[in-house]
């Protein structure tokens, strides 16, 4: 009788079990099916903005005076039908230093900053995602001895980059070398005699007198970067065929260490 008990008791822990692992099965299935309900309607709300704009751009930004600079390039050239969309930047989206500087750092920390925010939206949205995303990167160069400051900007569709640059001007040689010492530019600005008030956006249009700013470089960086979209077969054929040929090269190259490997197993290699 006590076995009898036993045994029963060790049916009911064990259907117990069973309707719990149910339970779980089941709430994990919702949870699973939730989240592909979400990440569907996001890929159905992007595709249905898609349809009705022709450019749906994302610009990554906390500054309303970048965002406005950006939206200012899209019209300056003349896109007929775009929607700039704003999500929060992550200061270390541009994996480059705070001040680049050199065109190649430029435009690397102009593409990071694209492709890190394509990347995190697609991790967000479970796939593919339709938009274009927008890079902002200021840095300076060297350029016969002086010290140009610029902006680049790239736009990243989660397989082709498209770039553009500003006009640049020439910094004053004193905020040149300390911004290359890691100080900031507002603060190599201000011990140049910048005033505190115009070491930010207003620094260009301070040394100007109104006639340049970091606002029309950025607008003017954007509406170049537009080009290859507004004109991408004639670009994606471009590139198709410049992949071509570094395959070819490639493969020809590695063809040649081969046959050389293959002729010196054989004895038939050069001699000393």
């Given at each position: 009788?006590?076995g009898?008990?036993?045994?029963s008791?060790?049916r009911e822990s ?11 099965a089941?709430?994990?299935?919702n949870s ?13 709300e992007?595709?249905?903005r ?8 994302v610009?990554?930004s906390?500054s ?5 600079a950006a939206?200012?390039g ?7 039908s775009?929607?700039l ?9 541009s994996?480059?230093r ?8 430029i ?27 927008l890079g ?7 350029v ?21 640059l500003?006009s ?6 004193q ?11 507002r ?11 115009s ?8 040394l100007?007198?109104?006639t340049?700013?970091r ?6 960086a ?9 004109n991408f077969?004639?670009?994606t054929?471009m ?10 090269r490639e ?6 260490e ?12 050069p001699?000393?």
């Open positions: 009788r006590g009898e008990k036993h045994s008791k060790t064990g259907r117990r079990l069973q309707r719990r692992e149910r339970r779980m089941q709430d994990d299935g699973v099916e939730q989240k592909t309900v979400e990440e569907a309607g996001a890929k159905e992007v595709g249905k898609k349809r009705e704009v022709e450019y749906l751009i610009i990554c906390d309303d005076s970048e965002i406005a939206r200012r899209l019209e300056l050239a003349e896109v007929p775009f929607e969309q704003v999500e929060a930047s992550s200061p270390s989206d994996e480059v705070e001040i680049p500087i050199s065109l190649e750092e435009m690397e920390g102009a593409k990071n900053r694209a492709q890190n925010a394509w990347t995190r939206s697609k991790l967000g949205r479970g796939g593919a995602d339709l938009r274009t995303w902002i990167q200021v840095g300076m160069l060297e016969g001895g002086k010290s140009m400051e610029l902006v680049g900007c790239a736009m990243f569709d989660g397989k082709f980059y498209h770039c553009g500003s640049a001007f020439e910094l004053p040689r905020v040149a070398r300390e911004m290359t010492t890691g100080v900031s530019r603060e190599a600005f201000e011990d140049a005699g910048v005033p505190a008030a070491a930010g956006q207003g620094v260009l249009s301070w100007s007198n109104g340049a700013s606002s029309m470089q950025i607008a003017q954007v509406s170049l970067a537009i080009l290859p979209l507004r077969g004639m670009f054929r590139e198709g065929k410049h992949n071509a040929a570094k395959t070819a493969e020809e190259e590695r063809q040649a081969e046959d050389a490997r293959k002729a010196h197993s054989e004895g038939r290699g001699t000393a």
